[in-house]
């Protein structure tokens, strides 16, 4: 073996033992008063584990003092990687964006606002290594107000698992482990992440969950209310649709456009026959009109049928477009600061 083959050898060895084991994502909206506490608890508890790992802040667009903090916490610790919206885009382009930048083998989802307990990660990445793609974590005892944040949570949770097939209790909890390659192949937005368990199954993945510690909130203020739900039902039709015809979407659209235009026509048949045979006026007669909208009607979701075969061609064929933008990044990958400009 020559010299150069041998210097690339242990440079890529020297490469792979620097590869984290574990990536942390931890979306960040004004959570200044959080970010200090977050960042001691969770590097203690991601130190103790004893694997190689990164940290990857989201800052969504913070207002507050949040990017500062993790400049200043990423300047002194190079595990830990920033990246800065330009605007607050969301959860799910947040999750994106850190699921684009993990270098791990295991990718672990946390809040910021510390109702998450960092504690519950050596717990649930055991039972994930135990031969699970995706372990959620299940606030068993959730530490909100019953009527605005609980019994929503319960109803949408029943009806997730239904429409899904994908039985969770607790779909909204941020706190999970992922394999890499799960989330590296699913495409996040719109307000899906807390589907990414339900829209993995689709992929055939081992999906567990495990109980969880869950703090009231110390600082800020929450992000959500109960003015979500209308959201995550619109959602749950869009995963549903996903899960089911995405690759095929004329047999949903094609299907109603069918039993529409046969309904139609078998109406017109008979019109025909009451006008024909009969010798009965039917020009007068609301189910003439009823008959021909129904045609109408299935004539124009076969089209939309078509229109998604098209589309899902063109969405399978060219995917690189993002659903963030990017300000800047710290600790990035070969530079410290990464402008998108």
Not at 47 to 70: K, Q, T
Not at 150 to 170: C, E, F, K, M, Q
Not at 298 to 323: A, D, H, K, P, W
Request: with cysteine; hydrophobic share 45%; proline share 4%.
């Amino acid at each position: 073996m020559t010299t150069c083959a041998v210097a690339v050898e242990m440079q890529d060895l020297v490469a792979e033992a620097r590869k984290p084991y574990l990536s942390v994502v931890v979306p960040i909206y004004n959570e200044e008063e959080s970010i200090p506490h977050l960042y001691t608890r969770l590097t203690e508890v991601l130190n103790h584990l004893g694997h190689p790992y990164e940290i990857l802040a989201i800052d969504d667009g913070s207002r507050d003092r949040s990017f500062a903090l993790l400049r200043d916490l990423a300047a002194a610790d190079k595990r830990l990687r920033v990246v800065r919206f330009r605007r607050n885009f969301g959860q799910t382009a947040a999750f994106a964006a850190g699921f684009d930048r993990a270098c791990g083998e295991w990718v672990i989802t946390i809040d910021a606002d510390l109702q998450n307990d960092p504690g519950d990660i050596p717990a649930l990445l055991a039972r994930a290594e135990s031969g699970f793609d995706v372990v959620s974590g299940w606030r068993a005892r959730r530490q909100d107000p019953f009527l605005s944040r609980r019994l929503p949570s319960i109803i949408a949770n029943r009806l997730i698992s239904w429409a899904t097939g994908v039985h969770l209790h607790d779909y909204g909890c941020s706190l999970k482990v992922y394999r890499a390659e799960v989330v590296k192949n699913i495409d996040l937005y719109g307000e899906l992440h807390r589907f990414i368990p339900a829209i993995a199954s689709w992929q055939g993945v081992a999906v567990a969950e495990a109980p969880v510690n869950h703090a009231a909130r110390k600082y800020g203020r929450s992000k959500y209310g109960i003015g979500r739900t209308s959201r995550v039902l619109l959602d749950l039709i869009t995963v549903r649709f996903l899960l089911s015809y995405s690759t095929r979407p004329m047999q949903v659209f094609g299907g109603i456009g069918l039993l529409s235009g046969a309904i139609g026509t078998a109406l017109l048949v008979y019109l025909a026959y009451v006008r024909l045979i009969l010798s009965q006026p039917i020009a007068d007669r609301p189910l003439a009109l009823l008959a021909v909208l129904l045609v109408l009607v299935g004539v124009q979701f076969l089209g939309m049928g078509l229109l998604g075969e098209l589309i899902t061609r063109v969405y399978y064929e060219g995917r690189n477009r993002s659903i963030y933008v990017v300000r800047e990044e710290l600790n990035g990958t070969g530079t410290s600061a990464l402008p998108t400009e």
